[in-house]
């Protein structure tokens, strides 16, 4: 029988006070801890570090060990012996909490995008970055907890093997932090993929494919960036072999010269990113019809993404080189590695920055085209919103992120040695920065069209002025040294071959007369759109 008094303060439990900080964690923890699940969690766990115990049995070192036991040689000492077993460890541990964290993240939100509760988790009166943090956290909880319990195998398999400790910390760090980096990439990945919704039991079709890259592309490339820098002097601890660092620069600067310099860039970097996702991440989860970023962030993106890849050109080994016959595609190589990725870079921030017809028709109902009263008028203030706005048309706006990707690689390629070279990339450039506002033009125009799915014709247009005009130059095997300038319009890199100045002269007067009279049809369709608003 209970004496107490009905007034007596409860005793607050530790589920209380996770759920007063943070009530979306507590959901997905009644949610994950389930018996059945925290038994199967464990059982793997367990199962894992066991199957590791019994194969290395095999192999434990002794005076009598036959060299070649059951197709393995036994370990010729046990600080080997458990050597092997921390490698293994440290090579498996990135692979299960990365494919795991991905894919529970992306199937869990799609799964509830498609089930129709994530609008009620969006009217919830916690910030945004509250709930998301609470999925990141509590969503992959079983893996946390699966990972967690290999760690004692970890540090013993590293006190028995002479592992320094600073290794051990610092894998751990940038572990934490490239989960986090991805796990909320994978966050941003599910808001966006609408269309799973569409396929039904199908729903996590998107979180396997982004395990996939996971598994075969990003978790590798987290292992070896680590190995070839900041655990360049560790390597041995990792692959059996000493293994020297890369002689990487970032703008003249030794990133890989010591530990800790590699330990900041790395981890600054990650952090840089992991900031812009999460602003990406509160922007769209209360409001998933609104642009990806907004123009002021995409500005911002695009300097940072922009001097992070130039900075890698500027090696002190390449400063002094010079051009000769055998020699001149070096700077023009990593010229047209920096123009494939900006293909990406402002492909994103096209379809990112476009809005569609609804929100132009806001714009010219309530923005600077406006005919009220309330809102001033002249070009000014138009030119302010065609930068500044999210609802006004893009191409302004992808103008001035070319300028900013393509300054300072103008002011790089002006200080080559060798002005033919120069003359070569030049021409690239100029032709590229044409091609994208081409492409922002006609994304813009299509998106503006009364058609049941623009942006699947916007896609369209774009492929086919990228990819036509090279499948037409392979089937009829022109060769684009001698045809170059129709290639302008849609394959632009080509051009670091030797062309004429004719069809140089061509390929730009071409594309310069579709931009203005793309422009001008862009013009007409918003005045009639004002003119019905009127």
């Known amino acids: ?121 969006r009217i919830s009166p916690r910030a945004s970055i509250n709930i998301l943090l609470g999925k990141l956290m509590g969503v992959p909880l079983l893996a946390y907890i699966g990972l967690g319990l290999v760690i004692p195998y970890h540090l013993v398999a590293a006190i028995g093997a002479k592992v320094p400790i600073a290794f051990l910390l610092s894998f751990y760090v940038l572990l934490i932090c490239t ?10 990945i599910a808001l966006l993929s609408g269309w799973q919704a569409k396929f039904g039991t199908q729903v996590s079709a998107g979180a396997l494919v982004f395990a996939f890259l996971t598994f075969v592309w990003i978790t590798p490339a987290f292992m070896w960036w680590n190995i070839l820098t900041a655990w360049s002097s560790f ?9 020297a660092s890369i002689q990487a620069e970032w703008w003249y600067l030794s990133i890989t010269s010591n530990a800790w310099t590699s330990h900041i860039f790395t981890i600054s970097n990650l952090a840089i990113v992991s900031f812009a996702v999460w602003q990406i991440l509160q922007r769209r989860f209360h409001n998933p019809s609104i642009t990806l970023v907004s123009k002021g962030q995409s500005y911002l993106l695009a300097a940072y993404i922009e001097m992070l ?4 050109c500027m090696q002190s080994s390449l400063r002094n080189q010079g051009f000769n016959e055998s020699n001149p595609p070096t700077f023009l190589i990593l010229l047209l590695l920096i123009m494939f990725a900006n293909v990406f870079v402002l492909s994103a921030s096209i379809s990112a920055l476009s809005p569609h017809r609804q929100a132009l028709l806001d714009w010219v109902r309530f923005g600077a085209l406006s005919t009220t009263e309330e ?15 999210d609802k006004s048309p893009a191409p302004i706006a992808i103008l001035i992120n070319l ?10 390629v002006n200080s080559w040695s060798n002005r033919p070279v120069t003359n070569k990339a030049l021409i690239g450039l100029i032709s590229f920065a044409l091609s994208i506002v081409l492409a922002a033009l006609i994304t813009q125009l299509t998106l503006f069209l009364k058609t049941r799915n623009p942006s699947m014709w916007g896609t369209g247009a774009i492929a086919g002025l990228i990819f036509l005009p090279l499948l037409i130059m392979f089937s009829l095997s022109i060769n684009p040294s001698r045809y170059a300038g129709w290639l302008f319009l849609g394959f632009p890199w080509l051009m670091l071959t030797d062309v004429n100045p004719s069809d140089v002269i061509l390929g730009f007067t071409g594309q310069i007369f579709v931009i203005i009279a793309l422009t001008f049809q862009l013009t007409y369709q918003l005045q009639r759109a004002k003119m019905r608003e009127t």
């Open 235 to 243: 390597s041995r601890f990792l692959v059996g072999g000493n293994i």
């Open 375 to 389: 809102h001033p008028k002249g070009w000014i203030y138009v030119l302010r919103d065609l930068i500044w706005s």
């Open 309 to 312: 890849m130039l900075g890698f």
């Open 403 to 412: 300028i900013i990707t393509q300054t300072p690689i103008l002011i790089w």
């Open 179 to 188: 989960a986090f980096l991805l796990f909320s990439i994978a966050m941003l």
């Open 1 to 121: 029988m209970n004496n107490l008094p009905p007034n007596f303060p409860q005793q607050i439990t530790w589920l209380d006070r996770i759920g007063n900080w943070n009530p979306q964690l507590l959901r997905e923890i009644r949610g994950k801890l389930k018996l059945r699940n925290l038994i199967v969690a464990i059982s793997l766990s367990l199962l894992f570090q066991i199957l590791i115990l019994l194969f290395f049995s095999q192999r434990v070192p002794s005076d009598t060990c036959v060299q070649q036991l059951r197709g393995f040689g036994c370990a010729i000492s046990w600080e080997a012996w458990w050597l092997e077993q921390f490698r293994l460890i440290t090579w498996t541990e990135p692979f299960i909490l990365f494919l795991a964290g991905v894919y529970s993240l992306v199937a869990d939100l799609s799964l509830e995008n498609y089930k129709g509760t994530l609008n009620f988790i």
